[in-house]
């Protein structure tokens, strides 16, 4: 992955925000298309892990951003928590982790 952000990164509970993930694949050039799946997950000490979005994309050889918006959901604890977002195929994983606060 060549970038992420997320905003805010101070988030009251039930407010939203927005994550986004540049990436490159790169294939053998008899490969059309690849399957990748885009996973954002949250997570924190109390609550542990909980899955926010999963998605599956059909993608080419090049550069893509992926942006998602969520909701903070209503029964987490405040505090320190990390945002998670996968991007994997068949062959490799990789992973990038934001912290953010709940307040």
Do not use: C, W
């Given at each position: 992955?060549?970038?992420?952000?997320?905003l805010?990164?101070?988030?009251?509970?039930?407010?939203?925000?927005?994550?986004?993930?540049?990436?490159?694949?790169?294939?053998?050039?008899?490969?059309?298309?690849?399957?990748?799946?885009?996973?954002?997950?949250?997570f924190?000490?109390?609550?542990?892990?909980?899955?926010?979005?999963?998605?599956?994309?059909?993608?080419?050889?090049?550069?893509?951003?992926?942006?998602f918006?969520?909701?903070?959901?209503?029964?987490?604890?405040?505090?320190?928590?990390?945002i998670?977002?996968?991007?994997?195929?068949?062959?490799?994983t990789?992973?990038?982790?934001?912290h953010?606060?709940?307040?």
């Amino acid at each position: 992955m060549e970038e992420d952000f997320t905003l805010p990164r101070n988030v009251a509970i039930g407010s939203t925000i927005n994550t986004n993930v540049r990436y490159t694949i790169l294939a053998p050039i008899d490969m059309k298309k690849i399957e990748i799946t885009e996973t954002r997950m949250l997570f924190n000490e109390r609550d542990g892990a909980i899955t926010l979005a999963e998605r599956k994309v059909l993608r080419t050889q090049g550069t893509y951003s992926s942006t998602f918006q969520f909701r903070m959901p209503e029964m987490i604890s405040k505090g320190d928590a990390i945002i998670v977002t996968i991007i994997s195929n068949d062959i490799q994983t990789k992973t990038v982790t934001t912290h953010i606060k709940i307040v």
